[in-house]
């Protein structure tokens, strides 16, 4: 694939994306894709025959994005907590920088049993490495009685329910405290994941 080829073809995945973020993954039209793209329908089908195709690229690339820093932070033998802290950041960072995400796999992957099986049949293979590394690294605290016992499934549940949940809210939050400004919505953030690190570590403390 030559150059053009792959300015196409990254070009179709992000109005691909953005139309499924804006309608849903239901309401999504190829049709629609193809004029955000600025392509034609042929040459939309040329390279994803289907809507299906599309979204498991689009969901392919957005998970490689997040375990692949998640896959080097055990690479640096850090401290417990910080490799915590690391982690935590790492889910957070990724959600920020597409905050309508959550609510995009909320009601179009959970409610979606096709769908959910497509991420499922992806992300279970990819992400057990990282989460058996996780597990070890809990056990091993545990049994220094460094932290309390907790399991894989409570910790990992622990970080996605609370990272995630500040964004789902994020809406509400801005016709609340009536700001749209970005400076003031980043500080929101910045702080927010200051404080779920430190809710997390102290959970985990004795």
Known sequence: MNKNELNTEQIILEAAETEFLEKGYGN?????????ANVSHSMLHYYFRTKEKLFQMIFRKKMQNLLQPL???????LPFEQTIRQIIETQFNFV????????FIF??????????ELVFEFLVPHFTIFLNKVENL??????KGNIRPISLKDFIMNI????ISIFIAMPIIQDIFQTNDRKTIEKILKERRESNIQFILNALRP
């Open 138 to 143: 809990l056990n091993a605290e545990i049994e």
């Open 28 to 36: 999504a039209k190829m049709v629609a894709i193809a004029k955000r």
């Open 71 to 77: 896959g080097v932070i055990f690479d640096k033998n």
């Open 107 to 116: 009601n179009e992957i959970l409610s979606n049993k096709t769908n959910r």
């Open 160 to 163: 996605i329910s609370i990272n």
């Open 96 to 103: 920020a920088k597409q905050p309508r995400l959550p609510l």
